[in-house]
């Protein structure tokens, strides 16, 4: 029999082939979905490439029409028996995959802050997910819209099992052998990942918290923008010293730009971002810094549940707050 992978971002699809060699599986299917952003989809179409799959399927992003795509390839999905079936997230279109083929096991690939949100509410608080018409349009058709399965998990958090369900520790064990030994560069740079930071910090704020960083650490930071993060946003940053500060794309995901390119880093930070606990795993003398976006009146309506769980899950002792850098 087959494994199928749902996948709709390169650190899902980083967590698939880390899932792929845990549990040496073979015959393994990939659907990719609406990966259609330019630089997630070079990213994506980069990652794809370092693993030999039976089979790749594509769903495009789009309206109408489209809907009886999803249905035809659910439905040549349904032809086949699955060992397992590994999804990311709980979206119309992966809970259709997932509650109608046939598997032995379903499984949760990590996606950031998501993961922590759907396995408290979910998985350990058992509530059921909201349906809404696009999950009904399915119904219509004759396919089901609730997933019946045990969801186990294949994860970097330390999440307890309950109901029975299995969670499986993702170490990064592959992209740690197959890299690793040749790690030799350890620079003395500080790295920042960049997130899209919408409404929840000014760009002035944000600015203001670089410069702190640089100030606090005397090291030249190395800023590496989040795919989505505006130009605006980043344009905003550009002021700062160049001999201390430098916006670097990276064109890959960080964890993997850092193997590739046999970097070992001392000191990264973020405000949120799962490379910091993808990069705590893969280089245990690395330096990692979580730096909390209080929360305030003026966000208070962008600070999502996810990002409150986010840094409960974290921890107070691991996180940085603004006072902390002099702000």
Same mark, same amino acid.
């Given at each position: 029999?087959?494994?199928?992978?749902?996948?709709?971002?390169?650190?899902?699809?980083?967590?698939?082939?880390?899932?792929?060699?845990?549990?040496?599986?073979?015959?393994?299917?990939?659907?990719?979905?609406?990966?259609?952003?330019?630089?997630?989809?070079?990213?994506?179409?980069?990652?794809?490439?370092?693993?030999?799959?039976?089979?790749?399927?594509?769903?495009?992003?789009?309206?109408?029409?489209?809907?009886?795509?999803?249905? *035809?390839?659910?439905?040549?999905?349904?032809?086949?028996?699955?060992?397992?079936?590994?999804?990311?997230?709980?979206?119309?279109? *992966?809970?259709?995959?997932?509650?109608?083929?046939?598997?032995?096991?379903?499984?949760?690939?990590?996606?950031?802050?998501?993961?922590?949100?759907?396995?408290?509410?979910?998985?350990?608080?058992?509530?059921?997910?909201?349906?809404?018409?696009?999950?009904?349009?399915?119904?219509?058709?004759?396919?089901?819209?609730?997933?019946?399965?045990?969801?186990?998990?294949?994860?970097?958090?330390?999440?307890?099992?309950?109901?029975?369900?299995?969670?499986?520790?993702? *170490?990064?064990?592959?992209?740690?052998?197959?890299?690793?030994?040749?790690?030799?560069?350890?620079?003395?740079?500080?790295?920042?990942?960049?997130?899209?930071?919408?409404?929840?910090?000014?760009?002035?704020?944000?600015?203001?918290?670089?410069?702190?960083?640089?100030?606090?650490?005397?090291?030249?930071?190395?800023?590496?923008?989040?795919?989505?993060?505006?130009?605006?946003?980043?344009?905003?940053?550009?002021?700062?010293?160049?001999?201390?500060?430098?916006?670097?794309?990276?064109?890959?995901?960080?964890?993997?730009?850092?193997?590739?390119?046999?970097?070992?880093?001392?000191?990264?930070?973020?405000?949120?971002?799962?490379?910091?606990?993808?990069?705590?795993?893969?280089?245990?003398?690395?330096?990692?810094?979580?730096?909390?976006?209080?929360?305030?009146? *003026?966000?208070?309506?962008?600070?999502?549940?996810?990002?409150?769980?986010?840094?409960?899950?974290?921890?107070?002792?691991?996180?940085?707050?603004?006072?902390?850098?002099?702000?």
């Amino acid at each position: 029999m087959s494994n199928l992978f749902v996948i709709g971002t390169p650190l899902q699809l980083i967590n698939a082939i880390e899932a792929i060699e845990y549990f040496n599986l073979k015959n393994n299917v990939l659907v990719l979905i609406n990966v259609s952003k330019a630089k997630n989809k070079e990213q994506v179409d980069d990652i794809v490439k370092l693993y030999s799959w039976k089979k790749i399927v594509e769903i495009k992003n789009g309206k109408g029409l489209n809907f009886f795509k999803y249905f *035809s390839i659910i439905r040549n999905l349904q032809k086949q028996k699955y060992n397992n079936v590994f999804v990311a997230k709980l979206d119309s279109i *992966s809970m259709a995959i997932a509650a109608n083929t046939h598997k032995e096991k379903l499984f949760l690939l990590d996606d950031g802050s998501l993961t922590i949100s759907i396995y408290k509410k979910y998985i350990l608080d058992g509530c059921q997910v909201t349906y809404r018409f696009k999950e009904f349009r399915f119904l219509l058709l004759g396919l089901k819209v609730k997933i019946r399965d045990k969801v186990n998990l294949f994860t970097y958090y330390d999440l307890e099992p309950v109901n029975g369900n299995e969670v499986i520790k993702n *170490s990064m064990t592959y992209f740690k052998s197959k890299y690793i030994s040749t790690t030799k560069n350890k620079n003395d740079y500080i790295y920042f990942i960049g997130q899209p930071l919408n409404e929840l910090i000014s760009r002035e704020l944000h600015k203001k918290i670089i410069e702190k960083i640089i100030i606090k650490n005397n090291k030249k930071m190395i800023y590496i923008p989040h795919r989505e993060e505006s130009d605006v946003s980043l344009k905003n940053l550009e002021g700062m010293t160049k001999s201390l500060f430098e916006i670097r794309d990276l064109g890959m995901p960080v964890e993997l730009y850092f193997l590739k390119n046999s970097i070992y880093p001392s000191n990264v930070f973020s405000f949120y971002s799962t490379a910091l606990a993808t990069i705590e795993l893969i280089y245990d003398k690395c330096n990692i810094y979580y730096i909390k976006i209080p929360q305030n009146q *003026s966000n208070k309506k962008y600070y999502t549940l996810d990002l409150r769980q986010y840094y409960e899950h974290i921890g107070s002792n691991k996180l940085i707050m603004l006072k902390d850098i002099g702000l």
